[in-house]
């Protein structure tokens, strides 16, 4: 099955910076989503990105799927977006919409 | 609209006791999916359902996980009998089944085995 790794595995930033997150996969997807996992363990999906760039207020992400790798960017980070950030693949070769996580990048936001 | 509901949230039992989870996904949401999470990882795929038919549970361990989504609308998730290593949350998510297959979450139901 298809492989999805994200870096890096954990991450501390004071409240204000940027930061980058980067999830890599093995094969060719159908589709990308990226999602939050907030402290009480809750997924809110963020973005449904195939391809391209969209931005959301303060997160944007970018997806090149010729490349096989896609960009979460979070600016002036608050200590709400702490949590663990997952992307999430749709593997054309694994079955009907079977969807994929990755391995998860932990944020903690200090003040 | 109603989000994903799961119960229970949290349950507590012993190795070799049975456990069931209940998922009621979003209306006219065609695709559920079970996934479970062990602390630290990512969630891993354990059944998905199309309606009321499984498309994938190819890492349902069988011997002790059973699913079903009756009239392709809620859906229960039992394990018999329970391993100290079914440990984890069990989350339920479901998609339309049109175009963007994009994933909504319930709040998931934490099961302990002691």
């Known amino acids: 099955g298809i492989q999805v790794e994200q870096s890096p595995p954990d991450l501390i930033l004071q409240e204000g910076a940027n930061s980058t997150l980067r999830c890599n996969f093995s094969?060719?997807?159908?589709?990308l989503q990226w999602f939050h996992q907030n402290p009480w363990g809750q997924l809110i999906n963020l973005f449904y990105i195939p391809s391209g760039t969209k931005q959301n207020g303060r997160l944007s992400a970018t997806t090149v799927a010729t490349e096989r790798y896609s960009l979460l960017y979070i600016s002036s980070s608050q200590t709400t977006d702490s949590g663990v950030y997952f992307c999430?693949?749709?593997?054309?070769?694994?079955?009907?919409?079977?969807?994929?996580f990755g391995t998860g990048t932990k944020l903690q936001v200090i003040p | 609209e109603a989000g994903v509901a799961q119960s229970p949230r949290y349950k507590i039992i012993e190795k070799r006791q049975s456990v069931a989870f209940w998922c009621n996904p979003i209306s006219g949401h065609a695709t559920l999916y079970w996934y479970q999470q062990i602390l630290g990882q990512g969630p891993k795929l354990l059944i998905q359902f199309q309606n009321n038919g499984v498309v994938d549970d190819s890492q349902l361990p069988k011997d002790r996980f059973s699913a079903e989504r009756l009239k392709g609308v809620d859906s229960t998730l039992k394990i018999q009998p329970a391993k100290l290593e079914d440990s984890a949350v069990y989350l339920c998510?479901?998609?339309?089944?049109?175009?963007?297959?994009?994933?909504?979450f319930g709040a998931g139901s934490r099961l302990t085995v002691l």
């Open positions: 998510a479901s998609s339309f089944w049109s175009g963007a297959n994009v994933l909504t």
């Open positions: 094969d060719s997807v159908n589709n």
């Open positions: 999430a693949v749709e593997d054309p070769s694994g079955g009907y919409q079977k969807v994929t």
